[in-house]
Structure formats: structure tokens, C-alpha cells
């Protein structure tokens, strides 16, 4: 079988040219010698980033039905390795491209700057007409009337929706199994996972199976798969994209947890920017009122960029790879001319960790069973007084009253207001993504006995998303940007963190990180 690289290029093409050999003797005639000349080796259009395909779509070179034809038949051969796409809307699709390019040909004008782009969705945002499960028994059947409002800007913009890619049940997990379709597999090593809890996403940008993709964010669901399978990802700041439709919540609930966030999936961060100007904006009930202008980048270049740099913290030890990396980008910052403070730590990462926790177990519940939660109520009040473990704190945190919450809540403003003030003298923070490259696939072990390891220790499984959670309860923007692999080739990425609402700063300098630093090399399918 050939191994097929299919993130990677083409054969190039070589010509020849004649040349008069210099060093020939005077008095004889100048032999001309053949030398070959590589030409740039171009990438298949429907692996190249979206913006590369919409630009052909608009100068004619290729149709929305051909783009779509290329994709489809990439799917076949390649889907069944990764499994990420696990509904296809093929006919609907075809339809939709059609309809696109008969109106570009009458008129010539784009309906919104996707027009014509096939792309794909996370199976927890409700499509119209096409089966939205959430990776859930529950949901097997569900087929929405409506669009998420997130997709309909989507559809807005003129995106195909191509198809929708895996989660685990619910969103519930940090690895991408479920009983309906199975297990998302890292691209770059089957035997790794690819995250979640948009682990379907991050593996079908990164195997070529869609150029964008539309994802979503509470414990790092965005962040840490883009990690693992070495795409680029952004949390926007919490609120300027609209989450009616997503799933969980149940179907047909009007609101969502108050830390979740959709983002965008992309191939390089120039893609994130496009994505994120259709998504951001008012939900559709406050657009009468209201619009967003998110300012502009505090800088286009590292020159003089006041930039934080949080290599490690004994709350949650990074890896031996992990921290030579962050030594690398502080190095290509200071040779750029970047102001870097190696120093810094704007809050303590465990106290904001266990506050993320405590609001996150909190939200979890609106969806809950009345029978469910009440036995979560019993067995709180069961519990010793000197019971401190993690079982009593997630008991304990589940169940709490509401002036406990409204506590914290208070205290999460407190540490907002802490981070605003830090980031008065500083642009940006980079963090690691996470304290290791993608790790094993643990999807078949029951998770109370996952644990990972990092440098040889075994560490507790959640550990994967401590930097995450630094900045998913209080509002912060944050991008994965791959900048760098381990030894056996598997991607590793760096977090940027910015101010709230300056998540044009954040891509801005995502960009400039991905223009220095190299990422990881295409993963290898069999094709």
C-alpha cells in the first residue's frame, strides 16, 4: 500500500536551462550545460488553506461542484483512516454548490465571503434537515428544523456544509469515542488521540478532509484537539458568538453554559481571522440593537510586542519537549525584537483552576435529570466534613447553593479584573497548550483509571487541561498556534492568550509566530 502524505505537495515539475560553461577554454566553443530547475511544488486545491481555495473560486479557476467533487473523493479515501466525518450531506451539498455557482455566473458577485466553500460542522451544533447527535444514543435520531445560529452565519456567508464531524457523547470528554460512530483517530498517530471535545474537527483539518471547520470551547474542547493534531484553533472572547443550538444544552433550550464558546479550526491563522469575522457578531434577537467592532491588533509585527511568556508552573508540570519549545519561541521573540517577560505570572494557576472547576461542575447541571441530580444532592450530603478528595469537591461543586455560585461568580470577576490589569502592560501571554504532544489513546479505559505521563511520571488525566482552563471562565481570547514536533514528528503548539475583545491582537501574533517558527510536518495516511 502507498504511504500518502496528504497534507503534502505535489511532484514538482523540473525544466531545463543552457548555459555557457564559464570556465571554457578560450579558443573552443562554450558547450551549454543542461541544469535542472525545480519549480515550487503547489499544493492540491482542496488541501490548500480556505482562503487559496476561495480566491480560486472567485477568479473561475475551479467550480464550487469540482471543489466539492475533490473533497468528496479525498473523504472516501481517507475518512475511513481517521474517522472524523461521521455524517455526510453529500446530495444536499452538491445541490448548494450547484445553486453557488449559478448565481457567481449570472451575477458575479459572492454572496458572503465563504461563498461557495465546503466545509464541515461539529456534530454538536444543530443543522437544519441533517442529524445532530452530540455523540449521544439519545440524539441518534435527532434531525433539527433549524439551524444553530452559529451555522446559519455559516450558511450566511455562503458555506457548503459539507458534513458534520465526531464528538464524544455530549461533549463529555477530552478523547473522541462514542457508541454511535466510534473513535476519531489522531492523524498523525493512530494510536494517539486526536482530543476533544472537538476532536472530530482538529483530525479532519489536519487529514485534509475540510479547510474550516466550526468547533467549540469550554474546558479547552477547541484548544487541546487543535494541539494534538497540529491546526490552528481560537477560543474567542466568551460572548461575541452566539451559542443557541448547541448541544449540550438539550434541544430547543434557548441558553448554554456560561463558559462555552464556538470557535474556529483552521489550517493556518490568516483562516482562523476569516472564520472568526463570520462568526463573531450579535445573536439574532440583539442584532436590531447591536454590532461588534472588535479593535484592530495592537501591533502586526513582534517588534516592541510587550509579551508575557508562562513556560511552566509546579501546579502543572510541562514536559522535557514541552519546555524546550517555549525556550524557542521566547528566543525567536527576543531576536524579533519582542519585549519579553520570561518572569511573568499574572495569576496563581492553581486557585484559578480549582475557581474554573467550581463554576464548571456548576453549569454541568441545567441539563441534568431531576433523578440524577437528586441523587447527587443525597450523596453530597453524605460526605464527611474532612472529606477534601476530588470526588467530594466535584460532589460538593455540583451541588452548591446558589449564594455559593453568585460567590463565585463574584470571584471569578475579581480575577477578570486581575488579568485586565496585567494585560495593561503586556500585549499578549503565551502559555503551553498543554503539558505533553497528543497522548495515548485511553478511550477504552474507564476515565476514574486514566492517568497520562510526562517525562516518565504518571500524572492525573485531567492535568491535559490545566493551561486551558486558565482563561475559559474569565472571558479571554486564546489561540493554539503548532510551532514546533516532538522527535517521533507529533505536533506541538503554544497557547496565545490576549485581552478581552483583542482577539485580532491574538491572531495577529499567531500569524507572525507561524511565519518563524516551523510546525509539524503533514501526517501520513494510507490513501
Not at 309 to 330: G, H, I, N, Q
Not at 402 to 428: G, I, K, M, S
Not at 443 to 448: D, E, K, R
Request: hydrophobic share 40%; aromatic share 4%.
Amino acid at each position: 500500500m502507498i504511504r500518502r502524505s496528504f497534507l503534502a505537495l505535489t511532484t514538482g515539475l523540473t525544466t531545463t536551462l543552457a548555459a555557457a560553461s564559464l570556465t571554457a577554454p578560450a579558443t573552443a566553443t562554450a558547450v551549454p550545460q543542461r541544469q535542472k530547475v525545480t519549480k515550487p511544488v503547489r499544493t492540491p486545491l482542496h488541501l490548500a488553506p480556505a482562503r487559496e481555495q476561495l480566491a480560486a473560486l472567485r477568479r473561475r479557476k475551479i467550480s464550487s461542484r469540482e471543489l466539492l467533487d475533490l473533497l468528496l473523493a479525498h473523504h472516501e479515501r481517507v475518512n475511513p483512516t481517521v474517522n472524523a466525518v461521521v455524517t455526510l450531506d453529500a446530495d444536499r451539498a452538491r445541490e448548494a454548490a450547484r445553486a453557488a455557482d449559478a448565481h457567481l455566473a449570472r451575477t458575479g458577485d459572492p454572496l458572503g465571503p465563504l461563498h461557495g466553500l465546503p466545509m464541515t460542522v461539529k456534530d454538536a451544533f444543530e443543522t437544519e434537515g441533517l442529524r445532530t447527535t452530540c455523540g449521544s444514543e439519545e440524539f441518534a435520531e435527532h434531525v433539527p428544523e433549524r439551524d444553530a445560529d452559529a451555522v446559519a452565519r455559516l450558511r450566511a456567508a455562503g458555506a457548503i456544509v459539507l458534513g458534520k464531524t465526531n464528538t464524544p457523547a455530549g461533549c463529555q470528554d477530552i478523547q473522541t469515542s462514542n457508541t454511535l460512530f466510534g473513535t476519531t483517530r489522531n492523524p498523525y498517530d493512530q494510536g494517539r488521540t486526536a482530543g476533544g471535545s472537538s476532536g472530530g474537527p482538529a483530525a479532519a483539518v489536519a487529514a485534509g478532509l475540510t479547510a474550516l471547520e466550526l468547533g467549540s470551547d469550554l474546558a479547552g474542547s477547541l484548544r487541546l484537539p487543535a494541539h494534538y493534531c497540529g491546526v490552528h484553533a481560537l477560543r474567542p472572547s466568551h460572548g461575541i458568538v452566539a451559542t443557541r443550538g448547541h448541544i449540550p444544552r438539550p434541544p430547543g433550550w434557548l441558553t448554554s453554559g456560561d463558559m462555552l464558546t464556538p470557535g474556529p479550526l483552521a489550517r493556518t491563522a490568516d483562516d482562523l481571522a476569516l472564520l472568526l469575522d463570520v462568526l463573531a457578531g450579535p445573536a439574532p434577537t440583539d442584532a436590531p440593537a447591536w454590532r461588534l467592532d472588535l479593535p484592530a491588533p495592537r501591533s502586526r509585527t513582534l517588534r516592541g510586542l510587550r509579551t508575557g511568556v508562562w513556560a511552566d508552573d509546579p501546579y502543572c508540570r510541562v514536559d522535557t519537549e514541552t519546555r524546550e519549545l517555549l525556550a524557542r519561541v521566547t528566543e525567536s521573540l527576543d531576536a524579533e525584537g519582542a519585549r519579553t517577560d520570561a518572569t511573568t505570572r499574572p495569576v496563581d494557576l492553581a486557585d484559578s483552576d480549582r475557581l474554573f472547576q467550581t463554576l464548571m461542575y456548576a453549569t454541568g447541571t441545567a441539563s441534568a435529570s431531576d433523578e440524577a441530580f437528586q441523587g447527587e444532592i443525597d450523596a453530597a450530603a453524605k460526605l464527611a466534613d474532612d472529606d477534601h478528595g476530588p470526588g467530594a469537591f466535584f460532589l460538593r461543586s455540583r451541588t452548591q447553593r446558589h449564594r455559593d455560585w453568585l460567590r463565585a461568580n463574584e470571584e471569578r470577576e475579581r480575577l477578570a479584573r486581575r488579568w485586565a490589569r496585567y494585560f495593561e502592560d503586556h500585549d499578549v501571554l503565551i502559555t503551553p497548550a498543554a503539558p505533553t504532544a497528543a497522548v495515548p489513546d485511553l478511550t477504552s479505559v474507564p476515565v476514574p483509571q486514566r492517568r497520562i505521563t510526562v517525562d516518565g511520571a504518571e500524572r492525573p488525566y485531567f492535568d491535559q487541561t490545566a493551561w486551558a482552563n486558565l482563561i475559559s471562565h474569565v472571558r479571554l481570547p486564546a489561540a493554539t498556534v503548532p510551532v514546533g514536533r516532538t522527535a517521533s514528528g507529533l505536533p506541538l503548539s503554544v497557547q496565545v492568550v490576549g485581552p478581552y475583545l483583542a482577539d485580532r491582537t491574538v491572531l495577529a501574533v499567531a500569524e507572525q509566530l507561524s511565519r518563524l517558527l516551523p510546525g509539524p510536518t503533514a501526517p501520513a495516511l494510507d490513501g
